[in-house]
């Protein structure tokens, strides 16, 4: 069955030329790094305060290094799975086309999108919280093998975090900036894998569908965004989003 059945949506997505995609951890799930809420989510058996702030991490550095440095092999093994593929195949359809992405796993870009607004960060980078130094993952893994207690320090003495955003701390500014604008643009916006429930991400769907968009959902999941989308897609993003691109594909060209 088509999953593009409705006139107008078929309608709009035909004259669409700016397109704009937020994802979350649900795209993410079946290339095998858990998602943060609902069955099996990270916070519905970890504190995000005792492991995802900065205050942890001054006060309990060993234990968030360790979580941290866990997290970011998983995402090491993990492979771009048919969703993070499908979306490469559809920024090359709109005229324009912008990735946001709340994810820190770096799978867009390891599946071939170029152009991806990160705005929680990268768990593949580090920096010094003193001097600013930035670090690979690989000279990281070297001064923690290196340390006795595995809590990484820079040659000035300050303790080595990896780039994300904690719960409090501010968003890039550029980055997000640049999703607002890009967002209140679109003709088309979906979203893919997010519960839309943390903010200032979860409010780029809404900026757009009030600026005129098309909103489109892609999750098995209802969530706080599905009862005014224009169109809900229920289903795995890896199953659906090769089927959208196929159908949207023939939109544009028939
Ligand atoms: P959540 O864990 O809150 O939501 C994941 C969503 O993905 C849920 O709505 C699921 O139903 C859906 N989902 C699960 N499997 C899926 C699949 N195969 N295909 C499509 N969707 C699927 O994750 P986010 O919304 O990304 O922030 O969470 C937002 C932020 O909260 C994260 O970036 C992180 C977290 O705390 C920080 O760490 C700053």
């Not at 994810?103 to 919280?129: F, P, R, S, T």
């Not at 979906?190 to 959902?217: F, W």
Request: glycine share 6%; aromatic share 8%; hydrophobic share 35%.
């Amino acid at each position: 069955m088509e999953i593009l059945n409705n006139k107008k949506v078929i309608s709009r997505l035909k004259n669409a030329k700016r397109m704009v995609v937020l994802t979350g951890a649900g795209i993410s799930a079946e290339s095998g790094i858990p998602t943060f809420r609902g069955e099996n989510g990270l916070w519905t058996k970890l504190s995000p305060n005792e492991l995802a702030s900065f205050e942890a991490f001054y006060n309990n550095t060993a234990v968030v290094t360790e979580w941290y440095k866990h997290r970011r092999e998983i995402i090491e093994d993990s492979k771009p799975n048919p969703g993070h593929c499908a979306l490469v195949e559809l920024s090359k359809i709109p005229e324009v086309f912008n990735l946001i992405t709340q994810n820190i796993d770096g799978l867009h870009q390891k599946a071939g999108c170029e152009d991806v607004i990160e705005l929680h960060g990268n768990i593949m980078e580090c920096y010094c919280i003193k001097c600013g130094k930035r670090y690979t993952s690989e000279k990281f893994d070297e001064i923690y093998n290196n340390t006795l207690k595995h809590i990484p320090k820079c040659d000035c003495g300050g303790l080595i975090r990896p780039d994300v955003v904690w719960f409090g701390e501010p968003l890039s500014r550029e980055n997000i900036e640049r999703a607002y604008q890009v967002s209140i643009n679109a003709d088309v916006f979906l979203s893919i894998g997010t519960s839309a429930q943390v903010a200032p991400a979860s409010d780029l769907p809404r900026y757009a569908k009030r600026n005129g968009a098309l909103l489109i959902e892609v999750n098995p999941n209802r969530t706080v965004l599905t009862d005014i989308v224009d169109l809900w897609l229920k289903g795995d993003a890896g199953d659906i989003l090769p089927k959208f691109v196929e159908e949207y594909k023939n939109v544009k060209e028939n």
